[in-house]
Every structure is written in C-alpha cells, then in structure tokens.
C-alpha cells in the first residue's frame, strides 16, 4: 500500500476537501471517522479519494480502500485537523459520490414497513440524520426530505445517522404537495404525526401503507399544512411536557408500525 504525503495546507486536493466539508461540492459527500468510512465501503457508494492522520491505526481499513485502486494521502496531524469536521479527529476521512437513491415509487420491497415519511423543514442535522437511521432500522420504505431542511448528506447528518443515509431511499428537495398527490394517487393514507392532532398514534392501523408527515422541531406543522394532509395523530405523553424530539417521535412510530406488522404476519400464519 503507497501512501502520498501531503505537507502544505494550500494542496489543491485538500483544497477541494474542504470545500465538499462546507457543502460547496454538492456532488461529493465529506465521511469523518473509522466506523462511518467502514459504513460507506459497505454500503457500495463510490468512493473518490482517503486522507489519514500520520500514525492512524487501522491497516484493515487502509488495505480495503488502497484494494479498490482508491488514492491515500497522509497528513500531518495538525494539517489533518485543518480538514476535519470534529474537534477530535479519528484519523480518517474519505471523499464520496453523493448517494442518489431517490423515492421514485411507492412499491414496498420484501419485509419492508409499508410507511413512508416526509420531513418537512427538519433543519436540526442530527435530528434528521437519527431520523434517517430510525426509518431503517425500522424497515421504512423510504424518506422524502423537504426544500428547506438540512442537508442529508453533511457531515453531522451522516454521523447521526451512523451510515443508513447510504442505504435509504431518500428524496431531497421534495415538495409536500406534490408527494401527498402522488401518495394518494397510489393508495397510501396520509397523516401528520403532529401534537395537535386528536386522535392517539395507536389507534392508526400503520399495517396499511402510509405517508407520515412530520414538521420542523420549532413549529411543527402549520395550519395550512395540516389542511392539506388532512388528518393527523399526536404521541399521548404524560406531565403535561410540551412535546418530543422528533427523532424520537418517528422512532416511536416507526416502531409502532412495525410491532403492528409483526403480529398481523403472525396471525397469518
């Protein structure tokens, strides 16, 4: 394995890795740390180039990459630093494709949960991002994100969601309109999952295909919004507490929609 070292701050590659840090590559994707980096070769996206810390300890790792004919620089510590995202850099970073696996249908592959969600103005990236990992440890058929949300693909977003951004089917830029005219044209229920909603998320019947819209964590769903979706469940909660995290919400949700599922299979049987 050939390792090119890199010494001056001003290398045009480290340069373009900046740049993909701060969201100015939209085509590329920034992936900090060892256990994401280890997400990303799994998850078949392609992989441009690796940066290492001088002294970082992960052979295995290094051997995959440089195996798949991928370029590795060597930095400095402290020259490393002046790329990474966190305060305590692991020692590894790679340059990526932009994943592009949009929803463009409402078909549920095999063991799926037949729900879809829409997050709409979910500006918080690790929120979005534990959102993301929810939906797939969940089994979610996929994930429309709204214009003006964060971005899937940051740095924080990815590490929130610990590799599943990879894997999901996710939409960006989606409209709300648009996407409940197509999900009713297709046979999906739609609800907000919305504190001002009556009706207790328990008494959904989340065995049948749905679009679960949830709002941003300040506001919610405005009026107007809720109108357009047309109904709506909250999460009964005790003590009087204002309301939950929204990545919390749509794991509980989520996991509702799946416990639902696994006694009608059950049943079935």
């Not at 999900?183 to 739609?190: E, H, Q, S, V």
């Amino acid at each position: 394995m050939e390792l090119q070292r890199i010494t001056s701050r001003e290398n045009r590659r480290l340069v373009h890795a900046r740049k993909v840090r701060g969201g100015k590559e939209r085509g590329h994707i920034f992936i900090e740390g060892r256990r994401l980096v280890v997400e990303a070769m799994r998850s078949e996206i392609r992989i441009i180039e690796c940066f290492v810390a001088q002294g970082f300890n992960g052979d295995e790792v290094l051997d995959e990459i440089s195996s798949q004919g991928i370029l590795i620089s060597e930095l400095p510590v402290p020259l490393f630093r002046t790329i990474a995202s966190t305060e305590e850099p692991q020692g590894t970073i790679i340059l990526a494709e932009r994943p592009d696996r949009p929803v463009n249908d409402f078909g549920v592959e095999l063991k799926s949960v037949p729900i879809f969600l829409f997050l709409n103005g979910v500006n918080n990236p690790s929120n979005l991002g534990a959102i993301l990992r929810s939906a797939e440890a969940a089994g979610a058929s996929g994930v429309f994100v709204s214009k003006n949300s964060a971005d899937v693909f940051s740095p924080k977003a990815l590490r929130a969601s610990m590799g599943s951004a990879f894997r999901t089917r996710i939409s960006v830029n989606s409209e709300l309109a648009e996407v409940l005219d197509r999900a009713r044209a297709d046979g999906l229920d739609c609800l907000a999952v919305d504190r001002s909603a009556g009706a207790s998320y328990l008494q959904a019947d989340l065995t049948r295909p749905h679009l679960l819209v949830f709002g941003s964590e300040a506001h919610g769903l405005s009026a107007s919004e809720l109108d357009l979706i047309g109904g709506g469940v909250s999460i009964p909660m005790e003590n009087d507490v204002e309301s939950l995290n929204i990545a919390v919400a749509a794991g509980i949700v989520l996991f509702e929609a799946k416990r639902q599922l696994a006694i009608r299979y059950a049943l079935l049987v």
